[in-house]
Structure formats: C-alpha cells, structure tokens
C-alpha cells in the first residue's frame, strides 16, 4: 500500500517542513503512535514540543518524521471528531482527525 492510498493528497507535500517524512497515524497510546509510511507501519514518538501542545496528534493526522521516527509537526487538520474534555469545563478534546 502507498500512502496514497492512505489518503495522501500531493498538496498535503507544500504543507510539509523540509526534511521530513510524511506520514499518518493509525493508532496511538499516550506519546506513542503507530505510523504508516511509504515504507510501511513504524512505531514513532511525539517530539517533547508536541508532546505538551494543545492539540497532540491523534488517529488520523498527517504528520512529518524526523529521521529517529520523531513526530516533529501535525499537518493542517481538514476535519476532527471531538468531545468535552472529561473533568474540565469547555475544553475541546479531539480523538480523530481527518475522517472521510
């Protein structure tokens, strides 16, 4: 399979930092995600940055690696399926991203 055939838009390439790879996350738990990539699913870890962002990745974005299978960046979110956070008021937690 290629990520093409992930959903892998060529466009989604102008929105991607240089040097990295692209990706998709197909799974997560905690700061570990299951990634698929032109070579195949790889398991990779969220940089400390994103690892403390208000949005991490999740199941679904496209991501861009760096080369020791670091999720460096989260492309642009074209959809997301979301709730209320449990046990905060009026905060966003998003579960999904990018369902068609």
Do not use: C
Not at 13 to 27: D, F, H, N, Q, T
Not at 62 to 80: A, C, F, H, K, N
């Amino acid at each position: 399979m290629s990520l093409r055939d992930w959903g892998w838009q060529s466009s989604f390439a102008e929105l991607l930092s240089p040097g990295l790879e692209p990706a998709r996350v197909i799974s997560q738990e905690r700061d570990h995600y299951l990634v698929i990539t032109a070579s195949g699913e790889r398991s990779a870890e969220s940089s400390g940055r994103l690892l403390y962002a208000a949005e991490p990745p999740v199941s679904g974005d496209w991501v861009g690696l760096r080369s020791q299978m670091v999720i460096d960046e989260i492309l642009p979110r074209r959809t997301r399926l979301s709730r209320r956070q449990p046990g905060k008021r009026d905060e966003e937690q998003v579960l999904a991203a990018n369902i068609d």
